[in-house]
């Protein structure tokens, strides 16, 4: 048992939705947990600890990702011009060409930049599983990185062949007794990581008859699988959202992803079966996926916030937090001045803040033990350098705006997930490697070594999607997709 105590710094709690500001406080973090907020806190006698001075810092909650695919890091780049159907095929299906241990390296690379960023508790919308070694690699990763997680094991359509001449060649089965063999094995084993990584299902394919996914559906509850995660947005994908009404299947455990161009009647079935949604900003407003709608009065309730794609853009909540508050209030402007009234801020700073802390724990149904800092509550937490040269003076006036306005992941100096310090002095510390998911710590990489081994990846990806013709790779899309 470990004791790390943060000690004088701006802690940011919170009463019910509300933020309190908590000047010249102290976090006192027993083992995994927070043992107590206060002034003039100690440590625990006899429990070997550590005290971090946190003088001109900001304490905040860790961030909550909704919405992530972690394992496309070496794809960082490609998509920066591409729109939605483009990006599938330049990115969605090009696990084809990831071998296992391309996903180890990959899924490790994203989780470490979630880490960096701030973000603590990541939901993985898992699409890459062409075999069982595929989901134990990205799981054995985001173990090793010390991140919290929920792996959304997927079903996906696997490609045979893809070359320049023919049709690509794929699996039609999609759900064979392989991935659901696989599927009962992990979570006969979850979670994983001393309890940090969860078992969840991501599911796209409602195409599917009724009574398969139904079926799907039962036996994930029977093995103990509590998040369900999809993507919807109108008028591109089947609209799962009433569909899982008429299959008896919509309720709490069930997070949508983007949801742009929802109905009132939907957005009224969401609220009403008690389901989230995550609003990933960037690769929304970029891919043409509609007006991003974390901010709709009608849904901000049950709204969250995810990264999407890292590969795309950057994989920090702040980023995302920032961009769609801003988007958001510059069309309530838009429509103001168009009925001639005089454009004021109605998204306020602390309702954007929720939406990336405590509402993303209501998101993945973790309210009692992630979001905010409570005593009681498991030790995810982020350290602000408030006096560094864009944040100084900030925090005297508003430490949610230094954090939402103003900060970057470099002015986050200590990340801590679960009650171990996995960022310090604004560096990663090295990562223990598990030999397998649940397995012990073989040996230790430092941040270089995850990019050298990433670097070497990548050019073995790009090796093999040589001669892969993307007009057959869009081709397959329709069909499987529609």
């Avoid at 359509?157 to 039609?172: A, L």
């Avoid at 079926?215 to 899982?244: E, K």
């Avoid at 700073?349 to 990336?356: I, S």
């Avoid at 405590?358 to 309210?367: E, F, K």
Wanted: glycine share 10%.
């Amino acid at each position: 048992m470990t004791s790390i105590l943060l000690q004088a710094g701006t802690v940011l709690t919170h009463e019910g939705d509300n933020v309190k500001v908590l000047p010249d406080h102290d976090v006192l973090v027993v083992r995994n947990t927070i043992q107590a907020i206060g002034q003039g806190l100690a440590l625990p006698a006899g429990i070997p600890g550590r005290v971090i001075n946190c003088q001109g810092k900001i304490v905040s909650p860790g961030f909550i990702d909704t919405h992530h695919h972690l394992w496309q890091s070496q794809m960082r780049g490609r998509f920066g011009n591409l729109s939605f159907m483009d990006y599938m095929v330049a990115g969605n299906i090009q696990s084809f060409n990831h071998t296992p241990e391309d996903i180890f390296w990959g899924q490790m690379a994203g989780c470490q930049e979630s880490i960096y960023s701030g973000v603590t508790t990541v939901v993985d919308h898992a699409h890459m599983t062409y075999s069982p070694e595929h989901a134990t690699e990205a799981i054995r990763a985001t173990a090793s990185s010390g991140l919290r997680s929920f792996f959304c094991y997927t079903p996906i359509w696997r490609i045979k062949r893809w070359g320049s001449d023919g049709p690509v060649e794929y699996d039609k089965d999609l759900l064979p007794e392989w991935w659901f063999s696989t599927l009962k094995t992990l979570a006969k084993a979850a979670p994983f990581g001393d309890g940090r990584v969860m078992l969840g299902l991501g599911f796209d394919d409602f195409k599917l008859p009724r009574e398969t996914v139904q079926d799907l559906w039962s036996r994930c509850r029977s093995l103990g699988i509590n998040l369900f995660t999809t993507h919807y947005v109108a008028n591109y994908m089947t609209n799962s959202i009433s569909l899982l009404k008429r299959y008896a299947l919509l309720d709490k455990t069930v997070l949508f992803s983007h949801i742009n161009g929802i109905t009132k009647a939907d957005a009224q079935t969401l609220l009403a079966h008690g389901a989230h949604f995550s609003s990933t900003p960037e690769t929304e407003l970029q891919m043409g996926l509609g007006e991003p709608v974390a901010f709709n009065p009608d849904l901000k309730c049950n709204a969250s916030i995810g990264i999407d794609c890292h590969s795309n853009n950057s994989g920090d909540t702040l980023s995302q937090l920032r961009l769609g508050m801003q988007h958001a209030r510059g069309a309530e402007n838009a429509r103001a001045v168009e009925a001639g009234e005089y454009p004021r801020v109605k998204i306020q700073l602390e309702e954007v803040f929720n939406l990336g802390t405590i509402q993303g724990a209501r998101a993945v149904n973790m309210t009692e033990k992630i979001g905010s800092i409570e005593v009681g509550k498991l030790a995810d937490l982020v350290v602000f350098n408030a006096t560094s040269p864009n944040m100084v003076c900030v925090v005297e006036e508003n430490p949610i705006a230094a954090i939402l306005l103003h900060a970057n992941a470099g002015d986050i100096e200590v990340v801590i997930v679960d009650g171990i310090i996995r960022k310090e002095a604004g560096q990663l510390v090295d990562v223990g490697v598990l030999g397998e998911m649940n397995g012990e710590v073989v040996k230790f990489l430092a941040q270089g070594e995850v990019s050298k081994q990433l670097l070497e990846s990548r050019r073995n990806i790009i090796e093999r999607a040589q001669g892969q013709d993307v007009a057959r790779g869009m081709e397959f899309l329709y069909k499987t997709f529609g």
